[in-house]
């Protein structure tokens, strides 16, 4: 079975210039989560679709970030314009779903998108 | 959201059990505790779960205490391609991970 797909692995920016960041989860699987990780700190949650409706997005800084998961399948990250703080790991990854306790579906991660804003 | 507290560093030598331990303090009835680690340049890895009861699957095995207050995870035989930083997660009923710092495990030959 493959896995969640990211790309690209890396880029390079200047500040207050845009990127995008693209991914595929695993076939079948209805919630999807972006996540940024700085160096030296753990994941922290951006944001989390269950197919194409955001069911969590407090974390994420809306005046540049945006997000959206089109069909329910593949989703893009947008940063609109980077700033320096904004260089970190983006890690998508994606569950059968997530609602409700009884539901127990385990989160797989893809490898990540190294973003650099200079 | 129930918080975690582990070690930020443990060492261990090839081939012998490695055990991590967390606390969750915190932790409600309906919540689980998930373990992944992430090796250097990688996305997290998932490892075990479980909700009350002790749980070993080919990577490791999960031990919750019975109150729910904390849990060990180990690693049999550990090898040097398991030197990592291993989470310990409380998963809330939506499904949301919320990482802490984790424990770094440095394995040695």
């Known amino acids: 079975e493959a896995g969640v797909a990211q790309s690209p692995r890396y880029k390079i920016i200047e500040k207050r210039q845009s990127v995008a960041f693209w991914c595929n989860p695993i076939s079948g699987h209805a919630t999807l989560y972006w996540y940024q990780q700085i160096l030296g700190q753990g994941p922290k949650l951006l944001i989390q679709?269950?197919?194409?409706?955001?069911?969590?997005d407090s974390q994420l800084p809306k005046d540049r970030f945006s997000a959206e998961r089109l069909k329910g399948v593949d989703s893009t990250l947008k940063i609109q314009p980077a700033k320096l703080e904004d260089s970190a790991v983006y890690l998508c990854?994606?569950?059968?779903?997530?609602?409700?306790?009884?539901?127990?579906?385990?989160?797989?991660f893809g490898p990540g998108t190294r973003l650099t804003v200079l | 959201d129930a918080k975690t507290t582990q070690p930020p560093s443990m060492d261990c030598a090839e081939g012998r059990a490695a055990n991590l331990p967390c606390n969750h303090s915190t932790i409600s009835g309906n919540e689980y505790v998930y373990w992944y680690r992430q090796i250097h340049s990688q996305g997290p890895q998932y490892i075990i779960h479980g909700l009350k009861n002790n749980e070993t699957n080919e990577m490791a095995s999960l031990i919750i205490t019975e109150d729910r207050k904390s849990s060990t995870l180990i690693l049999p035989h550990a090898t040097l391609r398991d030197t990592a930083v291993y989470y310990c997660i409380v998963r809330n009923s939506y499904g949301k991970l919320t990482f802490g710092q984790g424990t770094i495990l440095t394995v040695h030959p």
């Open positions: 990854a994606s569950s059968l779903e997530a609602s409700g306790g009884r539901t127990v579906d385990t989160q797989y």
């Open positions: 679709f269950q197919n194409n409706g955001v069911v969590d």
